[in-house]
């Protein structure tokens, strides 16, 4: 499908949603919804320019200009749907002491919250996720029952929260520890301690639940930059779900691709390697002054907290190559020169790669001006792991400066 329909389909999509809810009885909106799987798919829309476009810019030795950038602007989205259900309040009870109505109330049914998180930026813990609170617990002759324990649906910042069915916006949670109720539990019973009548208990309220819909926009953790061919979407391709185009020619990618990590194709801990990798197309020598079609893409990379610098294996210069991609980062924006750096020699695989491989790794740390140097093969997947626990680490590190950095301010 052509990118512009794709997209016109796309942005379309919370109307014709609209559409179908509102054809819905009102009665099944909340109560009885059906399941549906929650999407494991990344979603991107896309506003401009259509991929034909930047195929003309790919022939141009100096396109698009720095101009261009405000039109290139992206979105990613992620998306997941989760069950959510409040649980019923207990029972209260009859009962007497010395001839006084002393029966204890039910607890209240557990609510269901959503809590902001700042260590999150995905959406992949929700992913078939089911959120039930604890039911309160009816009262017995003497005492009361104990309120049922709440649920609690951890989301990234930035995350906009929906009742599916209703198609109604509940929310927005933006910064850490924000909290909302979705859902309350249901009321304890009254005993007849509370009425004073020995015959009346008031019945405990019931349960709530409903779909929930859970969007945020992705931002991605780490950048991938190099030059053309250097094996960016391949290495993308062998961590994630993500499909970019791959071949043995420059330019291949000519458009953004953002996968999230999944660390347990490597035998490392389901979800624990959730971080958001952003592809981006080759950079060349000028790309800062425009030349190529990285300088559009370089803004997104700004965002990223951490880069992985590929170096194609094959290169007669990898060292040379380094710091020609870096001059033209630091040209480009000094935050970027700034964002701490892995480099990874690619293609590993290749035996003519592999011959002297400590020495082309000892040209790149001595040109990187630090050790965090690396072969991999995403052909064969070698080293893949290894990558992956680096980068998380580097990550985590980063986060923790950064989060030490605006408590400070
Ligand atoms: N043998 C081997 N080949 C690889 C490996 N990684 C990438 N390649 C090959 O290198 C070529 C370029 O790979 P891409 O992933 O398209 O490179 P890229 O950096 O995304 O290139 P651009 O999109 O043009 O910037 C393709 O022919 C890949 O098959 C690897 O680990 N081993
Ligand atoms: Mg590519």
Known sequence: MPPRRAS????????????????????RALQRSSPRRASALVRMVFDAPAAE???????????????????????????????????????????????????GNGGNGGAV?????????TLTHLQGARFVSGRGADANARASGAFGKDAVLRVPPNCVVAARDRNETLGTLSTHGERM????????????????????CTPPG??????????????????????????????LRAVSKARPKVAD?????????????????????????????????GLVEGAAAGKGLGLAFLRHTERCRV??????????????ELLTINRELALYSPQLAATPQAVVLTKADLPHVADGLDLKLGALAAAAGHGR?????????????????????????????????????
Request: with cysteine.
């Open 307 to 320: 880069l992985l610098h590929l170096v194609d294996g094959e290169s007669s210069h990898p060292d040379a």
């Open 181 to 200: 109720c979705v859902l309350v539990g249901g009321l304890g019973g009254k005993g007849n301690g509370e009425s004073g009548r020995p015959d009346r």
């Open 8 to 27: 016109a389909l796309l942005l379309m999509l919370p109307l014709l949603l609209q559409l179908s809810a509102s054809r819905a009885p009102r009665a």
């Open 206 to 235: 019931g349960a709530s639940s409903a779909w929930l819909s859970v969007q945020m926009t992705l931002v991605a953790d780490v950048g991938l930059v190099g030059l053309p061919n250097a094996g960016k979407s391949t290495l």
């Open 113 to 121: 919250w959503i809590e902001c998180d700042a260590s999150l930026n």
């Open 249 to 281: 020619y420059p330019f291949t990618t000519l458009i953004p691709n953002l996968g999230v990590c999944e660390g347990e194709r490597y035998g490392l801990e389901p979800g624990a390697f959730s971080m958001v990798w952003l592809d981006i197309p």
């Open 373 to 409: 140097v690396m072969a991999v093969s995403a052909a064969d997947g070698s080293n893949v792991r290894e990558l992956l626990v680096r980068t998380r680490a580097m990550l985590d590190r980063e986060q923790r400066r950064q989060a030490a950095q605006s408590n400070a301010g």
């Open 53 to 103: 476009e930047l195929r003309d810019a790919r022939a141009s030795p100096a396109a698009p200009g720095a101009d261009d950038a405000g039109e290139l602007e992206r979105f990613f989205f992620d998306r997941v749907e989760v069950f959510a259900k409040a649980s019923p309040g207990g029972a209260g009870a009859l009962s007497s002491v010395m001839g006084r109505p002393a029966g």
